[in-house]
């Protein structure tokens, strides 16, 4: 590995600071982030997925085989624990409908590729990161959008008394669109143009980190006069979503006897979302709802953040116990 390579996942594992200097500049000077298009964000959502394609191989695909309990529970957590506390904090936090179209979406997304980084950092089960990532992403073409619609319709009755129609198909469709097919192309080029591959893959996560910095940017910055006077009560309620899922996240990874390092993973993993995936099926399946696509840039923002610290918590826990 040369030197450039070495600065390039330097500069990669410190994607919180990225993301947060980027938030702050965006919120304090928008004209910063504007120049980006809203119709980018498909295809900068693309670049993220084939870089996390590849990263993987199809060897990926046996390891799972061999840990199907820690596979299980943790997707399982994530489609399950995440939507919950999304409809839960929606309904306790009375939030407008497009914000909670939004909190919604976050929560019924997979994991992202953050999750991976934050837990190369935190120094915890990295293989299974991945694994946990890769079948969430996967199973995300149906679970997303079938989870999405129910919740939606569910908590616009309680709310509204009015239900919201949700384009279920254009959501599995979009799905498919941004997420599947680069992760599957990324795979097979891994595969099939391993060299080539191997030249750019200390590159590519921070192309990825870039990709979603530029997104949670061009949201805040173009959504700022929504935030600064709704926000409160909707970065309380996307705090508290990503909190509780690390929480819960390890709590029960712990029940269930999983190993300390194998908690931590599930832990990352159930509470960090991608939210990027979330903001474009926002802006492409909500039209009529404009301010959907905040929670998914305020959630970015928030769970790198908390993973940072998540992460660094781990590492100082970690290495007392091999002392």
């Known amino acids: 590995m040369n030197s450039v390579e070495r600065l390039f996942i330097a500069l990669t594992n410190l994607f919180p600071v990225w993301v947060l200097a980027g938030a702050g500049l965006a919120l304090w000077k928008p004209e910063t982030a504007t120049w980006f298009q809203p119709h980018w964000i498909p295809y900068f959502l693309c670049l993220i997925m ?3 394609g590849l990263t993987l191989s199809f060897k990926d695909f046996s390891r799972v085989l061999k840990m199907p309990k820690f596979v299980l529970l943790g997707v399982g957590l994530q489609y399950t624990i995440m939507p919950g506390l999304g409809y839960a904090l929606a ?3 009375n939030l407008p409908i497009d914000f909670v179209i ?3 979406l976050v929560a019924c997304c997979p994991g992202g590729t953050a999750s991976n980084v934050v837990c190369f950092i935190a120094r915890t089960h990295v293989a299974l990161s991945v694994s946990l990532t890769t079948c969430s992403t996967l199973l995300a073409v149906l679970l997303t959008p079938f989870l999405t619609t129910w919740w939606v319709e569910s908590i616009s009755l309680e709310l509204t008394g009015l239900r919201v129609d949700v384009d279920t198909l254009g959501l599995l469709l979009k799905t498919l669109q941004v997420v599947i097919l680069p992760v599957l192309i990324g795979i097979f080029l891994n595969h099939y143009c391993h060299h080539a591959v191997k030249k750019v893959e200390a590159y590519s996560p921070f192309i990825a ?5 530029f997104i949670v940017d061009f949201i805040l910055a173009v959504k700022k006069s929504a935030i600064m006077e709704i926000g409160p009560s909707l970065i309380v309620a996307v705090l508290l979503l990503h909190l509780m899922g690390f929480i819960l996240g390890y709590l029960l990874s712990r029940l269930s006897k999983f190993t300390e390092l194998d ?3 599930v832990s990352i993993e159930v509470g960090m979302q991608n939210s990027g995936l979330a903001t474009e099926l926002a802006r492409s399946n909500f039209p009529d709802f404009s301010l959907a696509t905040v929670p998914g840039a305020i959630s970015a923002l928030t769970h790198c953040i908390l993973g940072s610290i998540f992460a660094g918590l781990c590492r100082l826990r970690n290495a007392s116990a091999r002392k």
């Open 209 to 213: 980190v870039l990709s979603i910095v």
């Open 102 to 104: 939004g909190v919604v």
């Open 50 to 52: 084939l870089s996390m």
């Open 263 to 265: 908690s931590q993973t």
């Open 91 to 93: 309904l306790t936090f």
